[in-house]
């Protein structure tokens, strides 16, 4: 068990903690606690990074790196292969009102947004289904980037990006170029 839990765990680049490990684990249909993968992980010295630091999109520098599968070129050769998207928050009079967008990187145009009170995984995942829902999508050919925000790597949303094949890349945290390049579609 340990040794899968070291795979699910170096696959994830080093992000997935005991929850999200729990989840991949009964997904494939393995019938575990999710105490017991909180052990094991701790006995085997195998920490996720945690959203609820300071400073949550700071990367554990112990962790690999995830694959750049943009490298840096924020263009796209055709419509639907490379989707960035974003939360904003607009000033209400009745409180912040966030706002969920995708944009393609191809035609420049948005393809879906969304707006809630509430900047949660429920949300980019709400937007995400439009999307996919207007667009037609060949399954492994899109590339979703999103920044390492807790909504962007909720297990909802990665799970669903897994299910409908699409490759989801996470910006290089506290880089501000690379920041820079994606903003730079909107």
């Known amino acids: ?3 899968r ?3 699910i765990h170096a696959e994830s680049g ?3 903690g005991s929850p999200r490990v729990h989840a991949v684990l ?3 249909g393995t019938r575990v606690g999710r105490k017991r993968v909180e052990r094991l ?8 990074v945690s959203p609820r630091r300071k400073g949550f999109t700071r990367r554990d520098p112990k962790a690999a790196l995830a694959p750049d599968l943009v490298e840096r070129d924020f263009t796209a050769s055709a419509t639907n292969r490379l989707w960035a998207t974003d939360l904003t928050v607009i000033p209400a009079g009745e409180g912040p009102l966030w706002l969920s967008a995708i944009r393609n990187a191809f035609s420049r145009r948005v393809v879906a ?3 809630s009170a509430r900047a949660d995984a429920d949300l980019v995942l709400t937007t995400l289904e439009y999307a996919l829902a207007s667009r037609e999508v060949e399954p492994g050919q899109l590339i979703h980037h999103a920044d390492h925000g807790c909504q962007y790597t909720s297990i909802k949303l990665t799970t ?5 094949r699409i490759d989801a890349f996470m910006g290089f945290v506290g880089d501000s170029y690379d920041n820079a390049l994606a903003e730079n579609l909107w």
């Open 41 to 48: 992980m701790r006995e085997a010295d195998i920490a996720g």
């Open 1 to 3: 068990m340990t040794e």
């Open 160 to 164: 669903r990006l897994m299910q409908a």
């Open 14 to 16: 080093g992000n997935y």
């Open 113 to 115: 947004w969304e707006t």
């Open 26 to 28: 009964k997904r494939e």
């Open 5 to 7: 839990i070291k795979e």
